[in-house]
């Protein structure tokens, strides 16, 4: 059974950072695209950032040159580096996986994603 266990949220005064974690089991870790969503109360879910299994990276244009995605194939961890966080970035975040691309977070076709997590707070207060 695939299992994406999501840390690391928490509370932070803007300016500040925090480093999400997503620890994977259950599937072929390498052959994947994984990232991150995130969704405010309110709010439509939208892409944070993706890593595919040839270590292409994106970014949406709010988070780039402050958020760093990376992954440890060797223990299947998927990283979230957040700084200068704002109040705009206050949401839930999950970690996701797909077994066929990274389109999922871009294209906004949530309903294609095969894997997700519970997801974890980020509060940004100013």
């Known amino acids: 059974q695939v299992q994406l266990v999501e840390s690391g949220g928490g509370s932070v005064q803007a300016g500040g950072s925090l480093k999400l974690s997503c620890v994977a089991s259950?599937?072929?870790?390498?052959?994947?695209?994984m990232g991150w969503f995130r969704q405010a109360p309110g709010k439509e879910r939208g892409g944070v950032a993706t890593?595919?299994?040839?270590?292409?990276?994106d970014y949406a244009d709010s988070v780039k040159d402050r958020f760093t995605i990376s992954r440890d194939k060797t223990d299947n961890t998927l990283s979230l580096q957040m700084n200068r966080l704002q109040p705009e970035d206050t949401a839930m975040y999950y970690c996701?996986?797909?077994?066929?691309?990274?389109?999922?977070?871009?294209?906004?076709?949530?309903?294609?994603?095969?894997?997700w997590g519970q997801g974890t707070q980020v509060t940004v207060f100013s």
């Open positions: 890593i595919d299994s040839d270590g292409n990276i």
């Open positions: 259950g599937y072929t870790y390498s052959s994947v695209c």
């Open positions: 996701a996986a797909d077994l066929a691309s990274c389109s999922p977070w871009w294209e906004g076709s949530w309903t294609d994603l095969h894997y």
